[in-house]
């Protein structure tokens, strides 16, 4: 029997275009994976790196520097006045550090800045370095002519060299070039730098420091504005100025009228001595009207971006002293301190990242009991990857607890076989990779192992003791596989029940939670999400008044809350069980409302969840006690693993000394449970035939449209490297791997997908070839389910022939998950009210689908249907009613009210409709015929993603900003991306109610960055315009005669 494995896998290989976690200010560009604050100089070329680095880093502040930096007009009344007189302070100064060390210049950065308290640098500052060398060469009356020149060239020979910059102001955009090569005083050697290869080219524009030089680059705009523009020569004004070496501290200015003057005269300042230099030069630097940016800050990153340099040293040599912290920054470590509190790694986790195939980057499955801190070592075994290696991590989700992915249950369904076609890739394409797989139940992993050639760690540590126990009528018995039938007697339940109150609680459930809570915390997983409701309910009427007593200001604020993202509106049955301190918990529950609860859990504000057995797969949320209210999971009986899942939340590392789980049974059940909690875990099998066409079918025309494997031969070799290879012998009775293969191959072939092409004129299978068709390659790139493309491209051609556009409802009903239609069971009565209300031109949609109203009255009515009508469309049409409800009332409550549907399985629905439709549109780019469709589903697709009225689309872009935000920001005057950007952080927490400055700076922030990629998609747009082709035939013709 296939069981549910929990596993989890990291991979990693070289030069792929992601992006690295925001919170360490990494970027992944081309061939170049730069993470961290300060990128790391390579082995070779290394002064010539990190010339590019020091380039960058004067350029491009982090992103947390960068995103709360006050600008001039924000800062108060004599801050301005006082950071100029800091900057002068540094420099007048520099000889006093030279003795006293570096007094850092506190500035007060963001919250969002992990990186603004580092002060570990060190004690010889730059300038005292340069103080050094200028007495040295100013001592001696012969080397005082050139003494300037040789310091310089001295000083950036041993640390950092520079290079000339072109600033070059086109339109609204500043952008800084290297030059191709510069040329060094004093006969040194000339040192290149390729343009292609600097870090300012190619990098995502989501992490481009938006508004770079932009105050300063408006004053030019403002002058050339009333001038006419020519393209081809005087709007390009570029000023090349000499970069000094004290440009290593100073983030790079765009140099206004009244600073220019002092850099006007070089060779002036070659003959001051070097300090005066530095001085005037900085100065001239401060005076310029750009945000501030603390020296401190500048060391700090210089700092980490030698600790990068070293790790990546340590972590590609053989020795055994893995650096600071694992081969990571000290900052890293710092983090983990400050943010999650974890001072020293557990046992086993040292062990597993010491072991020899982890240093040598084999693959590796490692796996321990939840809670154990098996995530802990993926995030450092990532952390290595991006900021050592430079490599990039793979993310799969739905695992969304870190960067790294839950290759979720790869012995269960449709996911399984979508983890295993992943990974089977990842393991044929590429040799360098990296995969890291973790999991708390895993029983074969000899097959696993196999699969993915992996070495193995496992481990039974957990840092609280569990506790299981048996609860039967009201004794209570402890799970002891030492004993003659496993368990042994502990105590008897002492909680006086009145003859009502045991009718209300027969499993005596109050009793069993009122020993923990309120003060500790506990979950009680009920089978049915119906029976969640219901036991939160019920234990809300037996407890005690002075429940109500416990945080009550905190949980009216979660009340309160839960109105505000909901328009108002608030669930029954929590409005009665949260005051308290209960909550059910399940899928019939809003994201948004999912979220607050949990951090309400988390708190401690709510001290009890009633839930299903989700909750343990999917959300880390541990408690003192966990109480499994009976041995079934709807009307299935437990497995093994699921019931290590559940009972694993019991126990809280640094806050309990012990778990405990009790599970609750009946006499007729207690041979089952004993069974239960002694056998072993289910192995885990493969679905790739089981799912047949989301598995096998699908994992083939991937591979032919991807060119991964086009022959047989091929196809088979790569089948055979799969978890269903290896496991052949136990799964595949009836036919071979190569008879399946064959077949799957020959079933794509006659729907359409494939075609078979010959090499040669052998009748042998193995010399056939196959290419996709243009279905098979809209059905690839839309990912549509191979048992819908058929449907789905005759549905599109039919609407092709009467589309009706007067309203949406037959754009949504085309894009409306067939998948999800199979799952439906319509309210006939609120069907048939709904046709009811149909204009003519939406009953038009109803006809053209197939369904009629009589059909609907007869089947609300409960009268014999002899006409034959397929279910499928039927239930699509109901769904699509909904859908359409939603998008005129963009109201998920009063939605789920009128088709009497969780408010949950509605936004499900929503999102899910969303996904389709993209889907729909990327199916419909690769085929001609329905050119029609794609401007629409473009429209379409936004209004499903989002739900809200028109208006509000643009503002719900900026990360953030969910309706009811938008709704607030749209009343406050606020009706654009481009208001948004230029919003006062302060003005926006006065004038928005429950609006934190950290909110503020994040909003306003990602409205600058989304503004400023609008932009520069426009600026490339008109480049590419402007751009001379290089194909034109009389400048072809003329360069062939030259030549």
Known sequence: MARRAKFRAVAAWPRFPLTPPLGFGGSVTGDDVWAGPSAPAMDEGGSRIRRRVSVRKRNRPILGSFLDAPTAAELKPGEEEEDDEEEEEMVA???????????PVEIIDSEEDMFSEYDSFAENSFLAQVDDLEQKYMQLPQHRKHATDLAAEDLCSESIKHHKLSTTTVGNFTELKPDGYTKYQS??????????????????????LYFENLQNSSNDLGNQSTKERNWNSSSHKTVKEELPCNSMEQPQQIIDESSSTVRTSSDMNRRKSLKDHLKSTMTGNAKAQTPVFSRTKQLKETLLSEEINVAKKTIESSSDDLGPFYSLPSKVRDLYVQFKGIEKLYEWQHTCLTLKSVQERKNLIYSLPTSGGKTLVAEILMLQELLCRRKDVLMILPYVAIVQEKLHMIGEGSRGAILEMTLAKILYTSKTTQIIGMSATLNNVEDLQEFLQAEYYTSQFRPVELKEYLKINDKIYEVDSKAENGMTFSRVLNYKYSDTLKKMDPDHLVALVTEVIPDYSCLVFCPTKKNCENVAQMICKILSKDYLKHREEEKQGVIKNLKNISSGNLCPVLKRTIPFGVAYHHSGLTSDERKLLEEAYSTGVLCLFTCTSTLAAGVNLPARRVILRAPYVAKEFLKRNQYKQMIGRAGRAGLDSVGESI????????????????????????????EFTKGIQTLFLSLIGLKIATNLGDIYRFMSGTFLGVQQKILLKEKSLQEITVESLRYLTEKGLLQKDTISKSEEEFQHSFHITKLGRAS?????DLAYCDILYRDLKTGLEGLVLESLLHLIYLTTPYDLASQCDPDWMIYFRQFSQLSPAEEKVAALAGVSENFIWK??????????????????????FVLYSLLKETNIWSVSEKFNMPRGYVQNLLTGAASFSSCVLHFCEELEEFWVYRALLVELTKKLTYCVKAELIPLMEVTGVLEGRAKQLYNAGYKSLIHLANANPEVLIRTIDHLSRRQAKQIVSSAKMLLHE?????QEEAEAL??????????????????
């Open 187 to 208: 006969g040194h050697e000339d040192i290149s730098i390729e343009p292609g290869a600097d870090l300012l080219y190619d990098v995502p524009s989501s992490q481009v």
């Open 93 to 103: 100064g520099s000889r006093r550090r030279k003795t006293v060390g570096v007094q």
């Open 780 to 784: 690839f790139k839309g990912t549509i």
């Open 663 to 690: 599970l609750i049974l009946q006499e007729k059940d207690k041979q089952k449970v004993l069974e239960l909690i002694s056998k072993p875990l289910e192995n885990c099998y493969s679905h790739l035939v089981q």
């Open 1014 to 1018: 609008k932009a520069e998609a426009l």
């Open 859 to 880: 089947k609300a009515s409960g009268q014999a249907i002899k006409k034959k009508v397929d279910k499928g469309i039927v239930n699509r049409l109901y769904l699509s």
């Open 1026 to 1043: 402007l751009r001379l082709p290089p194909d034109v035939p009389g400048i072809v013709a003329s360069s062939v005669e030259k030549a």
